[in-house]
């Protein structure tokens, strides 16, 4: 299992590869430069790798903390907001490489996201949430069904102020 979530920033002055380095002996994964090298391919982190992670854009960093959240390759990957703060190119470069990953790998993704347009395309289940109780679930589908025409975002929200 591993996470990623934007609020929670890898070692600002390590370089990229180093942070990878760091994360993958804590992890203790075997063949950790062939790992790096994997992620590094798929994630675009070659440019990167000896950058101080400090100094990336929102972009770059998201990225970083994508390959560190895979580089144990978990069959469980918790996803908080993964595409929070990116521009529309790299939050579709990283929706549709998790889609991708999601497929190759067969994993079970967790995604907490207040992007419904997000939540279409990465997930087949959803459960609404209000002060931590589970307030309606179905598919992004059914939700849509359910509260008509409207975006999930507004159905979400109108749970919310209730």
């Known amino acids: 299992m591993n996470f990623i979530s934007p609020y929670i920033e890898l070692p600002k002055k390590l370089k990229v590869k180093q942070n990878l380095i760091v994360y993958g002996k804590l992890y203790n994964v075997q063949n950790l430069n062939d790992r790096i090298d994997y992620l590094t391919n798929k994630l675009r982190l070659k440019d990167l790798l000896n950058k101080i992670t400090g100094e990336l854009s929102s972009g770059q960093k998201n990225r970083v903390s994508l390959a560190k959240a895979l580089i144990n390759d978990p069959t469980v990957l918790l996803l908080d ?32 996201s207040h992007n419904m347009e997000e939540v279409k395309r990465l997930c087949s289940s959803v459960l609404m949430m209000k002060d931590g109780l589970i307030v309606d679930r179905g ?18 929200l109108e749970i919310v102020r209730k």
């Not at 598919?139 to 159905?155: F, I, S, W």
């Open 139 to 156: 598919t992004p589908e059914d939700l849509t069904k359910k509260y008509g025409r409207k975006n999930l975002e507004e159905v979400f």
């Open 81 to 112: 907001e993964p595409t929070a703060s990116l521009d529309p190119e790299t939050g579709d470069f990283v929706r549709s490489f998790l889609e991708e990953y999601k497929k190759e790998k067969k994993i079970s993704v967790l995604l907490a």
